[in-house]
Each structure stands twice: as C-alpha cells, then as structure tokens.
C-alpha cells in the first residue's frame, strides 16, 4: 500500500481573526506558491475549506514522496510568515471507491 499525501492549512499565529479567508493579508504569496506547484504537475486537487475553521487542503498525487511534500509546505511564504500552519497526513485512495483510480476499481 503506497500512500498519497495530503496537506491540510489552517490559521497560524498571525491569522486575523474575522477578516475573511481571501482578506488575510499575504495570502496572495500562498496563492502564488501553489499555481506554482500545481503548474509542476504533482497535485490532484486542492482549495480552502468553506466551514468556520478556515485552512485548506492539497491532495498529491500517487508518488509525490514525503520529503517533496514536505519541502513544498515549509516553503510556502504563509507558512514562514505564521499566517497558516501545516499538517501531513497519509492517506489511501481505496480502488474500490474509483475516484483517484485510473481503471476499474
């Protein structure tokens, strides 16, 4: 079982209580870093969450390593200004389920 890896965001230390997601000052950076990711080909899907809490989530794709994962989260310029912290999880995309599968689960 080889797993894929998915990031989660969520507010740092210098998040702004109530001012909205896309007003957080220096999101644009965020934004930028990840055009840049997604333009590399190694992420499947990603988007902040819409509930209360705020963060987000990047899914990678099957063969991202760990190590690559991690070096793209620590140098998102969010994360080293405090405004989002990062959490790597693994994950198993189930074959029976179809949805990241590129044939017949």
């Known amino acids: 079982m080889t797993p894929q890896f998915i990031l989660l965001?969520?507010?740092?230390?210098t998040w702004k209580d109530g001012v909205p997601f896309l007003e957080q000052p220096g999101l644009?950076?965020?934004?930028?870093?990840f055009r840049e990711i997604v333009a590399q080909g190694v992420v499947l899907a990603a988007g902040p969450f819409l509930d209360a809490a705020a963060g987000?989530?990047?899914l990678f794709r099957p063969g991202v390593a760990e190590s690559r994962v991690?070096?793209?989260a620590r140098s998102d310029p969010t994360v080293l200004s405090g405004l989002l912290e990062f959490?790597?999880?693994p994950w198993f995309s189930a074959p029976w389920a179809g949805v990241l599968s590129s044939g017949a689960g």
């Open 9 to 13: 965001h969520r507010p740092g230390p």
């Open 28 to 33: 644009q950076g965020h934004v930028d870093h």
């Open 56 to 58: 987000g989530m990047v």
């Open 70 to 72: 991690l070096e793209i």
């Open 87 to 89: 959490e790597l999880r």
